[in-house]
């Protein structure tokens, strides 16, 4: 994939879709009034472009899939539903063997009627002593198994193993509303990660130190999360450079923090993971791009933030001429749109297509029999479960 020398520059809007329907409700008048405060330089494109298709996350992470779609725009990665970010690389790919690298996240896991809560460390108060005291407590299964740490122990920690373990498995923040059977592969290849896991959430379970975490009223760091495994792929261009703009000024986005908004810190966090990765930027052809995502809290929040876009990001591009995209994002999906030299010809197109910012609506939920039925399979499941612990 060829690049330009000037890196591209994406701006990404979170929570600036609305749900269509709401959408179209609202009058032209009353439209205009609900998105006020909008940059010029967003409005000017929102009246010269056509409407952009809409793309949905399907399940994932909007950052992650976002990011997989930038990653690998010819979608040459091999999974099913979940992406192999551990078998990531931008050289020597087909070296690593199947199944035989996996992320592993620390948290807290909860099993809900409808499926299971995975809470990652990002969301918990989890103290260095409590991380060291889990790592004591899965380190020694891990090398009874034949598990190898490939990075720190921390929260998000790379792991490999000889024998592949072949399992698809969601990301931390991909992996709510999945049921516990599906998490454990019932697969005879499995049969020995799945003994070992279930021997971790024991140990986890009656280690003091989340016995003290619960008489705290903290949420115990009883799981131990894979995920990521699959097919060795190649990510075709570096990770992009992220930049946050608030209302304070456009800063470099180098660490997660309360005050940001999800889709920032999700951002940071997948850059963060990824880096170690990809290899050395310098070695690469092609230069990372810019991204600058806004701390936009979504509508009857504060709008002030798109001054500084206007004036610090937007302005100096156009100045510079230079061509950049923008992504709105809603609570699946976004969209995308280009702006370019071009648009400034179109002089006669100045009012906005409103409809750009609806959204789908998202696809149903379970209904109570597609609960009931998951939750007879559940218990089957469970039953083959226990029958293989119980002849381990």
């Not at 298709?53 to 950052?63: K, Q």
């Not at 010809?345 to 906005?352: A, M, R, S, V």
Request: charged share 20%.
């Amino acid at each position: 994939m060829s690049k330009p020398v000037n890196a591209p520059l994406w701006v990404f809007v979170p929570n600036i879709l609305v749900p269509e329907m709401a959408l179209e409700r609202l009058s032209a008048d009353a439209r205009a009034r609900s998105f006020s405060g909008l940059p010029a330089g967003l409005l000017q494109t929102l009246a010269r472009n056509p409407e952009p298709t809409y793309e949905a996350s399907l399940g994932l992470d909007r950052i992650e899939a976002w990011l997989l779609s930038y990653l690998d725009p010819q979608a040459q990665a091999k999974f099913d539903q979940y992406p192999a970010w551990a078998m990531m690389s931008h050289g020597n790919a087909d070296n690593v063997p199947a199944f035989t690298r996996f992320w592993s996240t620390v948290g807290c896991l909860e099993i809900e009627r409808d499926g299971v809560r995975f809470s990652p460390p990002e969301v918990l108060q989890v103290s260095q002593s409590d991380l060291q005291a889990f790592w004591a407590v899965v380190q020694p299964l891990l090398h009874k198994h034949g598990w190898a740490l490939n990075s720190p122990e921390g929260f998000h920690t790379l792991l490999s193993n000889p024998t592949p373990v072949p399992m698809e498995q969601a990301s931390p923040w991909s992996v709510q509303d999945i049921r516990l059977t599906d998490y454990l592969p019932m697969s005879h290849e499995c049969s020995d990660w799945r003994r070992m896991w279930l021997n971790m959430q024991v140990e986890l379970h009656n280690a003091d130190f989340n016995k003290a975490r619960e008489e705290k009223g903290l949420k115990p760091l009883n799981a131990l999360w894979f995920w990521g495994g699959g097919e060795a792929w190649q990510n075709e261009v570096p990770l992009p450079r992220v930049k946050s703009v608030s209302e304070d000024g456009v800063f470099d986005a180098i660490k997660m923090t309360d005050g940001a908004d999800e889709a920032l810190n999700r951002f940071v966090f997948w850059t963060q993971l990824l880096k170690p990765l990809q290899g050395l930027v310098e070695e690469q052809n092609t230069k990372p791009d810019n991204v600058y995502c806004v701390n936009f809290q979504g509508w009857g929040g504060n709008v002030g933030v798109f001054n500084t876009l206007e004036a610090e990001v937007l302005q100096p591009m156009r100045l510079a001429g230079l061509a950049f995209n923008w992504v709105l994002l809603g609570n699946n999906g976004w969209k995308t749109l280009k702006s370019n030299w071009m648009n400034r010809f179109k002089f006669w197109q100045n009012t906005p297509n409103w409809a750009v910012l609806g959204e789908p609506e998202a696809l149903a939920g379970p209904t109570e029999e597609d609960l009931q039925a998951a939750w007879q399979q559940g218990q089957r499941d469970h039953d083959n479960i226990q029958a293989d612990w119980d002849g381990r």
